[in-house]
């Protein structure tokens, strides 16, 4: 069959992302794009997605498997393809948090050592987003903050950054492994974006202060005050997002 007869399809334009077409398509594909810049646009950012999600998790992959996870090692020339498989489902979907966190201490709770994981995984899916980075926007603040904070059962509040050079885009629900879980994202005047990440049900965690974890290239300054955990995630050198998540802690404490 033809595929130059064949309209362009959204499972092409997937593909296309992937790099998974034959080279006639994909240039079939390239001049689809070409001439609709919206919908080059769009594949761009799934391509940008891409990028930083191999950034965040292939470290992760080229790991050793733990010995606990193929006691029958003799099998060695399949189980390990499929572990890989299972290991990189889990990572998308952002259920692991256990032995996945690459350096995280082993007598860190749980929660707490999930946190910084989940927001990174947060922050790259969503920050490269250009049509529709968040649900609610900046001019809609009082209703988003109403309405996460009724999904999260607890007083969330969207920080102003200005005086660090951010101002709020908006914000998402999100879902946790425990419940749900809300995102603002922060934009400065050159398209440098940074996410708070918010989750509540820390039952019985005390407050703690700021910790450090870097996910690939992404960035994550993290603590728990009451009931709620935080998390600062970005591109940024250290210090300089260590500076605004002092901003985001003491407006969140005024």
Do not use: C
């Given at each position: 069959m033809n595929n130059s007869t064949q309209p362009i399809q959204e499972n092409d334009l997937h593909a296309y992302?992937?790099?998974?077409?034959?080279?006639?398509?994909?240039?079939?594909?390239?001049?689809?794009?070409?001439?609709?810049?919206?919908?080059?646009?769009?594949?761009?950012?799934?391509?940008?997605?891409n990028d930083m999600l191999h950034a965040l998790f292939d470290p992760v992959a080229a790991e050793p498997i733990p010995l606990a996870m193929h006691p029958a090692a003799r099998?060695?020339?399949?189980?390990?393809?499929?572990?890989?498989?299972?290991?990189?489902?889990?990572?998308?979907?952002?259920?692991?948090a256990g032995w996945l966190i690459h350096g995280a201490d082993s007598a860190k709770p749980a929660y707490l050592a999930s946190l910084p994981h989940q927001a990174a995984i947060a922050h790259v899916v969503y920050t490269p987003e250009v049509l529709h980075p968040v649900e609610v926007?900046?001019?809609?603040?009082?209703?988003?903050?109403?309405?996460?904070?009724?999904?999260?059962?607890?007083?969330?509040?969207?920080?102003?950054?200005?005086?660090?050079?951010?101002?709020?885009?908006?914000?998402?629900?999100?879902p946790g492994t425990d419940g749900p879980a809300a995102q603002f994202m922060y934009q400065d005047t050159k398209g440098k974006?940074?996410?708070?990440?918010?989750?509540?049900?820390?039952?019985?965690?005390?407050?703690t202060a700021f910790r450090f974890e870097q996910e690939g290239k992404v960035g994550?300054?993290?603590?728990?005050d009451g009931p709620i955990g935080y998390a600062l995630s970005g591109e940024l050198a250290k210090p300089d997002l260590l500076l605004v998540a002092n901003v985001v802690y003491h407006q969140l404490n005024l």
């Open positions: 992302v992937d790099g998974q077409l034959d080279p006639a398509r994909m240039a079939e594909v390239k001049a689809y794009l070409a001439a609709h810049p919206a919908e080059a646009e769009r594949i761009q950012s799934y391509q940008q997605q099998r060695r020339s399949f189980m390990p393809i499929m572990r890989y498989a299972t290991v990189a489902l889990w990572m998308v979907l952002g259920g692991v926007g900046a001019d809609q603040e009082a209703h988003l903050v109403k309405w996460l904070s009724k999904r999260l059962d607890a007083n969330v509040h969207a920080p102003h950054l200005t005086e660090a050079g951010y101002q709020l885009v908006g914000g998402r629900l999100l974006r940074l996410t708070l990440y918010v989750r509540t049900h820390v039952k019985d965690m005390r407050e994550v300054f993290y603590w728990v």
